[in-house]
């Protein structure tokens, strides 16, 4: 029996997805199994995906496929944090990182998932908690200055200890992998998904400290707002969601398998070379 009854789909705001839904629809005829998708998305586009909300959606969902890019893939799994139910990520468009196939592959790709031939590459999430609100990051929490007020000024407090006091114009917190995203830009290592780590990295740091800071999983992370810091936004996966002042802080845990990503070969990597364009060592000599 295959392992696919319902699928559920996560589409891209803007780019055009209906290539991918139709040949999801088809595949999905010929195997009897039913097709899920949010309303305000399947609704602008001529399909037969089932519209359900979102509680429905990864209740009912056997393979979630979140069609874009990595902002979309990253939606996804917040969708499923802390659910059993894989990913799969099509490219529509840029080459992503999360993303494991193109739309010419999906047919074949969701087949191959039906019969149980793929692995599971699971990856951590960061949670806080902002303004009374739980948040859940798949690539970072950042606190980052608003123009015009200031440089963001924050003590890091790994394990309840007082570590470093940095001024910089962000503090990231991100996860492995969000390891190849603003923590990169920052400066911060390459990390492999497989290393269930927590990076505190400072991007352009005005401080004589401006390393990556490496914690173990079991280890959390407390963000404290100086008082010679400015008002600084609370970004989650890029998204802002609060402002924090001075004597503010937030703190940051681990989530660990938060999300299982569909894998069919290809490796990190691969990806990451595609990605960033690495095209070897320099020379010597």
């Known amino acids: 029996m295959g392992m696919i009854g319902t699928v559920g789909l996560v589409l ?7 290539k991918a839904i139709d040949t999801i629809l088809r595949w999905a005829a010929d195997k009897g199994a039913t097709v899920l998708g949010l309303p305000e998305e399947v609704g602008r586009i001529d399909c037969s995906a089932v519209p359900v909300d979102a509680v429905a959606l990864v209740e009912r ?23 059993p139910t894989p990913i799969l990520g099509v490219n529509l468009g840029k080459l992503g990182f999360l993303a494991e196939i193109d739309v010419d592959e999906l047919a074949g790709t969701l087949s191959a998932i039906d019969r149980h031939e793929y692995t599971i590459e699971p990856r951590m999430a960061v949670k806080s908690v902002v303004a009374g609100v739980a948040v859940t990051a798949f690539n970072d929490i950042a606190l980052v200055r608003i123009p015009g007020e200031g440089l963001a000024a924050v003590s890091v407090r790994p394990s309840g200890s007082s570590f470093v006091s940095l001024s910089a114009d962000a503090v990231i917190v991100s996860t492995s992998t969000g390891s190849t995203a603003y923590s990169f830009s920052a400066g911060g290592p390459i990390v492999s998904p497989r290393v269930e780590a927590i990076l505190v990295v400072p991007a352009a740091a005005h401080s004589s400290f401006n390393r990556a800071l490496v914690l173990g999983a079991d280890e959390e992370v407390t963000l404290e707002v100086l ?8 970004e989650v996966d890029g998204r802002v969601v609060g402002h924090l002042c001075s004597g503010d802080s937030v703190t940051v845990t681990a989530w660990p398998g938060a999300a299982k990503v569909v894998r069919l070969g290809t490796t990190f990597y691969e990806r990451a070379r595609r990605k960033l364009r690495v095209d070897g060592s320099a020379e010597v000599g």
């Open 12 to 18: 891209h705001p803007q780019r055009d997805s209906k």
């Open 227 to 234: 008082p010679t810091s400015g008002r600084l936004a609370v």
């Open 61 to 83: 969902a056997d393979l979630l496929v979140g069609l874009g890019g990595d902002g979309t893939m990253l939606r996804t799994m917040r969708l499923l944090a802390g659910r």
